[in-house]
C-alpha cells in the first residue's frame, strides 16, 4: 500500500478554463486566486515518482508553476482536448529522460497518434520530436506505476467511456456521468476521492453539484475533492460554505497528502 502519497491539482477548471476568454460573468472577473482555474489535471508524487493524470493545454504553464523536473509518465483518461493537447510539451522530459511512458485505452492513443503524428513516428523521425512508451490500459486490468497498483475505473462521459484510476486510497475521476454499480465496487473504501461537478444546472456528459454530491454520499470515502468546475458553479468560497464538512471544490495548486 502506497504510503505519503502528495496529490497537486495542476488545474481544476472546465474544457475552456476559468476565466474564460472575452467573459463578463461574475466568477470570471473575480479576484480569488481560488475562482482562476486551469484546465483539469493532477500530480501524484511519492518517494522519488512524479506521475501526471492528463496534459492539457496548460501542462507546460503547470509543471513551470510546480517546478517539476521529472516525469515518470502520463494517465489519460480520454481524447478530449482539454486532457490531451499538453503531449508535445513533454519534450524537455524527453531530452532529459529518454521516452515518457503513457498509459491509456486504445482508442485514446488511436486518437494521439492522428493529432501527434510525429510524435510515433518511426520513420523519419524530425529530430526534435519526443516519444513516448505506449502503455494499453484496459477495463478490470489493474497495471503498474512506480511499483504501486492502478486500478482503472470505467465510466461514462455521457456515451464516451473514461477511465479513472485508483491508486491505494486514492481515487480520481473526472468527466463522469454515470458509472455501472460494478466499478463502483472498485471505488468503495477510498480515504480520498476527486470527482467532477461541473455546475449547478444539469448537464448532459458531466456530474451537475447535486449527482457528484449523491455520488459521494454512496461511495462515503473520508474526503471528497471536486474538480473539472465552470464558472457556472458560482464562486469558489460561496460554494465551499455549501459542503459537507468531508466534501471540498479543490482549486487550483491545492495539494494533499494521503
Known amino acids: 500500500m502506497i504510503n505519503n502519497l502528495s496529490v497537486t491539482f495542476l488545474g481544476t477548471g472546465t474544457s ?8 463578463t460573468h461574475p466568477v470570471c472577473l473575480s479576484d480569488n486566486p ?19 493524470i492528463d496534459c492539457g493545454p496548460d501542462f507546460r504553464q ?8 521529472h516525469l515518470d509518465g502520463i494517465l489519460y483518461t480520454h481524447e478530449h482536448s482539454d486532457h490531451t493537447a499538453g503531449l508535445d510539451d513533454i519534450r524537455p522530459f524527453f531530452f532529459r529522460q529518454g521516452n515518457i511512458p503513457i498509459y491509456a485505452h486504445k482508442r485514446v492513443v488511436k486518437s494521439l497518434i492522428k493529432r501527434f503524428d510525429y510524435i510515433f513516428e518511426e520513420k523519419n523521425r524530425y529530430p526534435g520530436a519526443p516519444s513516448v512508451d ?5 477495463n478490470n486490468e489493474p497495471f503498474l506505476i512506480g511499483n504501486e497498483i492502478v486500478t482503472p475505473i470505467n465510466v461514462l462521459h455521457n456515451k464516451l467511456q473514461v477511465f479513472g484510476y485508483r491508486v491505494g486510497d486514492f481515487t480520481y475521476l473526472t468527466d463522469v456521468k454515470s458509472i455501472d454499480p460494478i466499478e463502483l465496487e472498485k471505488i468503495k473504501g477510498s480515504k480520498v476521492i476527486v470527482v467532477n461537478a461541473l ?14 454530491l449523491a455520488f459521494i454520499k454512496e461511495v462515503n470515502p473520508e ?36
Open 199 to 212: 455546475r449547478i444546472e444539469p448537464h448532459i456528459s458531466h456530474f451537475n453539484l447535486d449527482e457528484a
Open 16 to 23: 475552456q478554463g476559468i476565466p474564460i476568454i472575452g467573459s
Open 34 to 52: 481560488k475562482d482562476k482555474r486551469l484546465r483539469v489535471s493532477v500530480l501524484l508524487s511519492w518517494k522519488e515518482f512524479n506521475y501526471v
Open 223 to 258: 474526503k471528497a475533492y471536486f474538480t473539472h468546475i465552470s464558472h457556472l458553479l458560482g464562486f469558489h468560497d460561496e460554494v465551499e460554505k455549501m459542503l459537507p464538512n468531508n466534501v471540498h471544490l479543490a482549486y487550483d495548486n491545492l495539494t494533499i497528502t494521503i
Open 62 to 69: 503547470q509543471m513551470l508553476r510546480h517546478n517539476v523536473k
Open 134 to 138: 505506449i502503455n494499453f490500459v484496459e
